[in-house]
């Protein structure tokens, strides 16, 4: 085999290969055994005449076209080896200059791994985060729990007010004919909390238990169902009951209640200790996502189309286990989001390319720092899988005998994004400039 190479374009490479006649005769016969049944020759029953005779009766060329599939598969996958390289795409404009029992050239294209001009990663500046809990933010959490452990409590003595929760019968009209979803009834509704459409909890503000009341309000321009979006509607309402809640105090008996400890005090001390640890990740993650974010547009890269469209599919992929999960196909939920799939498709690509991005730069870092991965490391991996699938680990390694490389790949990279975090130097948030009157 001979393989001449040039570069189209950044990271498309063209490939010319000239295979030898030793595969192109493994080609030829493969394709006869693959028809041999198919060739009806006199004197022989199918799938007996010789080769040679079929080639005579027929023609040597019958057998060309799977030749040349055989002959073009085996000697790509050859010459990447021979070259090396890293391809990030399928084979395009593949085609085939000669074919001969002697001489077989054909000529592709493909895209390859792009090279990584790494920026700085180490010493990163980010936005120092303020850990600090305060006793406002432990009552706070205490003031969480109280209305969790809160009692409903049915009021008749008075209209309903803001922050009481009323159970509800509702019909709503549009140029006076009702619409669909439109009705409910004794639906629970916080007066204040936004779940309805603006302007109409406000106006059950003052309703009596049994007493009709109309409602008018305009659908917003963005609102999800598109018939119904910036139109009027009237909506014939009556209360039914009026809740109130009834918040229990907090004291020792409450923190018995709600937690394993017998004081209030020890419970905020938990409450506190808890607080810290939250804040502690929220500065952590906080830290490695502005980091990443800088080391990643720092770094120099010309990523290639194919790259990113395969991010795509994964991502819609994805999506798709995760709607199955719910008994949905991703046609009827684009069709309830009101997009096509190339609309999706689209608003998935800015994010497909940063996770590209993203990928390369911490396989750049990894490369150069010359992180490995420990086979204690891989094991984990596996030991993990395992408990999440409640199967033996020796059955998972055969399940993913052929990912290695990819968990190998995962764990450098997460090295690599620790190394980068760790690394980081904080800084106070600049001071916001006066707007200049």
Request: aromatic fraction near 8%.
């Amino acid at each position: 085999m001979q393989v001449k190479t040039n570069e189209i374009k950044t990271n498309l490479i063209g490939l010319e290969i000239e295979s030898t006649p030793e595969v192109i005769e493994e080609g030829l016969e493969y394709a006869f055994r693959r028809h041999k049944n198919e060739f009806r020759v006199n004197g022989f029953r199918p799938g007996k005449a010789p080769r040679k005779v079929v080639e005579q009766v027929y023609g040597q060329s019958v057998l060309y076209n799977d030749a040349a599939d055989y002959v073009i598969n085996k000697e790509y996958g050859a010459a990447l080896d021979e070259l090396q390289l890293d391809v990030v795409s399928m084979p395009q404009n593949v085609s085939l200059k000669e074919f001969s029992p002697e001489k077989a050239v054909f000529t592709l294209e493909v895209y390859v791994r792009p090279q990584v001009t790494l920026g700085q990663y180490r010493g990163l500046e980010v936005t120092k985060v303020d850990v600090t809990v305060t006793e406002e933010d432990v009552d706070n959490k205490l003031k969480e729990e109280a209305e969790k452990n809160a009692r409903q409590i049915s009021v008749d003595d008075r209209p309903a007010q803001l922050g009481d929760t009323v159970m509800l019968d509702f019909e709503g009209f549009t140029d006076g004919v009702a619409f669909d979803g439109g009705k409910g009834e004794n639906y629970a509704l916080e007066l204040g909390s936004g779940s309805f459409i603006p302007g109409f909890e406000e106006q059950l503000v003052g309703a009596e238990i049994g007493k009709d009341v109309e409602v008018n309000v305009t659908f917003p321009e963005e609102y999800q169902e598109k018939s119904l979006a910036g139109k009027p509607a009237l909506f014939k309402c009556k209360v039914n009951e009026i809740k109130v809640k009834e918040l229990p105090e907090i004291n020792d008996e409450f923190a018995s209640d709600v937690s394993e400890f017998e004081t209030l005090d020890e419970y905020k001390a938990d409450i506190r200790k808890k607080l810290e640890e939250r804040k502690a990740k929220q500065a952590e993650d906080s830290y490695r996502e502005e980091a990443m974010r800088k080391a990643i547009e720092a770094a120099t890269i010309d990523v290639p189309e194919p790259m990113i469209e395969r991010e795509q599919d994964q991502e819609v992929s994805r999506m798709e286990e995760q709607l199955k999960s719910y008994g949905m196909k991703l046609e009827q939920y684009l069709k309830y989001m009101g997009k096509t799939e190339e609309e999706y498709r689209a608003d998935l690509r800015p994010q497909a390319e940063i996770n590209v991005r993203r990928d390369l730069v911490m396989d750049a870092i990894a490369a150069e720092e010359q992180l490995e991965a420990t086979e204690e490391e891989i094991d984990k991996e596996y030991a993990a899988a395992a408990e999440y699938m409640r199967m033996p680990v020796e059955k998972v390694k055969e399940l993913y005998a052929g990912s290695r490389e990819g968990i190998v790949r995962d764990i450098k990279r997460r090295k690599a994004v620790e190394l980068i975090t760790n690394a980081v130097v904080t800084v106070d948030k600049p001071a916001e400039t006066p707007a200049e009157a």
